[in-house]
C-alpha cells in the first residue's frame, strides 16, 4: 500500500479476507487478478461509505445447493419458517440490548421506557410464534424495531445531546448516531455477502426482505440478527467511552451527517476489534470469535436448505 508515494504498511495476502476502499483508492490490475483467484472480494465504497461496486472471480458453491434456495424462496411454508426464525433472533437479541440498559441504568423513567421496549419485543416474539404470512412477520420485526430506536437514545451515557438519535434514519443518516450505524451496517453487510457467497448461496435471493433487483436481501436477511451484537453494542460502547465525540461528523448540503477521514479509520479499528471476542455459539457448542458469527450462520442455513436441518437456527446472544 502506498501513500503520496510512501509505503506505510505491507501486509501478506493469505492474512486477509477481503478488500474493502473507501474513496479514491487505486488497485492494480495485478492485485485485482489474484484476488479474483484466491477468492478474495474486492468492495468499492464512497468516501462516506455508500456501496458502488464488488469485484469477485467466478461463482463457486454447488448449484444444487442454489436451487433448493430458489425452490425454498417459492415456496411459502419455508420461506415463512426462516423468515420467522430471522426476525425472531432479530427481536430476541435487541431484547438482550435491552436488557442489559435496564440493568445498568440507575434512572427511574429511562427504566420505564426501557421496561415497555422490553416488553413490545416479548410480545413480538409471541406474535412470530403465531404468524402465517410473512407480511405478518415483517409487520412483528417492524413494531420491536420501532420501540427499539425510540428509546436508544437512553442507552446513551455520555453527551445525550450530540448523539440522541430521532428515530432510525438513512440515505442519508441524519444526525451523529445514525451515521455511525448506517456505517457499521455497511461493513456488516459486506461481511454477510461474504459469508453468504463463501457457501455457495445467492445473497440476492432472501425470505424476510422482499426480492428487488441489485438488492442483496439474503444478506440482509442475515444481517438482521447480527446488528444488534456486532454494530448496536459497538457503537453504544464507543460512544458511551468517548471514543467518538460529536467532532468526529462532518454535515453535508441537506443534513446529511458522515465521520470524518480519521473517525472512519478509529471505527474500522473497533469493528474488527470486536470481531475477534468470543462468544458461545449454542448451536454448535463452542466459543467462536464473533466474526466467524456469520459464515457459522450461512453454513447452518445452506444445511437447512439441503434438508440436513429441520430449520433454520439463529444466532442467540447471551
Known amino acids: 500500500m502506498e501513500v503520496k508515494s510512501e509505503t506505510p504498511l505491507r501486509m501478506p495476502l493469505l492474512h486477509l479476507g477481503s478488500i474493502v476502499c ?44 442454489r436451487q433448493a434456495q430458489h425452490i425454498a424462496n417459492s415456496d411459502q411454508e419455508r420461506s415463512l419458517s426462516i423468515a420467522r426464525n430471522i426476525a425472531a433472533g432479530k427481536v430476541q437479541n435487541c431484547r438482550q440490548v435491552l436488557l442489559r440498559a435496564g440493568r445498568e441504568s440507575d434512572n ?34 417492524g413494531d420491536a ?73 439474503l444478506a440482509l436477511d442475515l444481517m438482521e440478527e447480527l446488528r444488534p451484537i456486532l ?24 443534513g446529511a451527517i458522515y465521520l470524518t477521514d480519521k473517525a472512519r479509520k478509529d471505527v474500522i479499528m473497533a469493528y474488527q476489534n470486536r470481531k475477534q471476542d468470543e462468544v458461545q455459539h449454542k448451536v454448535i457448542g463452542k466459543k467462536i470469535a464473533l466474526g466467524l458469527i456469520p459464515h457459522i450462520q450461512a453454513r447452518l442455513l445452506a444445511r437447512h436448505l439441503r434438508g440436513d436441518l429441520p430449520d433454520y437456527l439463529p444466532f442467540l446472544y447471551r
Open 231 to 254: 454494530a448496536d453494542r459497538l457503537v453504544l460502547s464507543m460512544v458511551n467511552r468517548r471514543q467518538i465525540q460529536r467532532n468526529d461528523f462532518v454535515e453535508r448540503e441537506g
Open 145 to 217: 424495531a420501532r420501540s427499539y430506536f425510540e428509546v436508544f437514545g437512553t442507552m446513551v451515557r455520555e453527551d445525550r445531546e450530540a448523539f440522541t438519535p430521532n428515530g432510525r434514519t438513512r440515505r442519508p443518516p441524519l444526525d451523529r448516531m445514525n451515521a455511525l450505524l448506517s456505517f457499521l451496517y455497511t461493513l456488516l453487510r459486506n461481511d454477510c455477502v461474504g459469508a453468504i457467497e463463501g457457501v455457495g448461496l445467492d445473497p440476492q435471493v432472501g425470505y424476510l426482505h422482499t426480492l428487488r433487483p441489485g438488492r442483496p436481501a
Open 108 to 141: 427511574s423513567k429511562e427504566q420505564k421506557l426501557l421496561e415497555a421496549a422490553i416488553t413490545t419485543h416479548a410480545n413480538a416474539l409471541r406474535r412470530l410464534e403465531q404468524h402465517t404470512f410473512i407480511d405478518a412477520v415483517r409487520g412483528s420485526e
Open 22 to 65: 473507501f474513496g479514491d483508492i487505486l488497485i492494480s490490475p495485478a492485485l485485482i487478478h489474484r484476488c479474483a483467484e484466491d477468492g478474495r472480494t474486492i468492495v468499492l465504497l464512497d468516501r462516506n461509505g455508500h456501496f458502488k461496486a464488488r469485484i469477485e472471480g467466478p461463482t463457486s458453491g454447488n448449484v444444487l445447493l
